[in-house]
């Protein structure tokens, strides 16, 4: 399968799942928070990971988050990707706690990442949906 005819993998939505796609397509990254314990979380489940609470609510978040860990790309392991080659896989965590994998973009270089780096949301739009990735603050 050429990058030209590769099928760009689109998320699944599903009842738990559409409020956060549509969330971000609103221009916002949301995540779940517990009305038991307090703890926030993403992605999206129908309990609490850490007390199992059904008890939740979404909450919209700030957009400022750290760079964890990330991994340069220069293999592409899905056709629909070889034209992003290279590019940056990371896990990112949001200032309110959860942690979520994305891309960094507009870093230029990836060498210039740093561990702890602080970063800001920036949706961008690609094959019609909204997709959250973090930016160099
Ligand atoms: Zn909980």
């Known amino acids: 399968m050429s990058a030209e005819t590769a099928e760009f993998p689109l998320p699944r939505r599903d009842?738990?799942?559409?409020?956060?796609?549509?969330?971000?397509?609103?221009?916002?990254?949301?995540?779940?928070?517990?009305?038991?314990?307090?703890?926030?979380?993403?992605?999206?489940?129908?309990?609490?990971?850490?007390?199992?609470?059904?008890?939740?609510?979404?909450?919209?978040?700030?957009?400022?988050?750290?760079?964890?860990?990330?991994?340069?790309?220069?293999i592409a392991y899905h056709a629909a990707f070889k034209d992003r080659l290279p590019y940056t896989v990371a896990v990112v965590e949001l200032a309110e706690g959860p942690r979520l994998i994305s891309n960094i973009v507009g870093a230029g270089d990836p060498e210039v990442l740093r561990i702890d780096q602080d970063l800001r949301l920036a949706i961008e739009h690609e094959h019609g949906v909204a997709v959250p990735r973090f930016r160099p603050a």
Do not use: D, I, M
Request: aromatic share 14%; proline share 8%.
């Open 15 to 74: 009842a738990l799942n559409t409020p956060y796609w549509q969330s971000l397509e609103e221009g916002h990254l949301s995540f779940q928070r517990c009305g038991e314990c307090g703890k926030a979380w993403l992605p999206p489940r129908r309990e609490c990971p850490h007390c199992l609470s059904p008890e939740w609510r979404w909450e919209r978040a700030g957009g400022q988050a750290r760079l964890v860990s990330w991994v340069v790309y220069h």
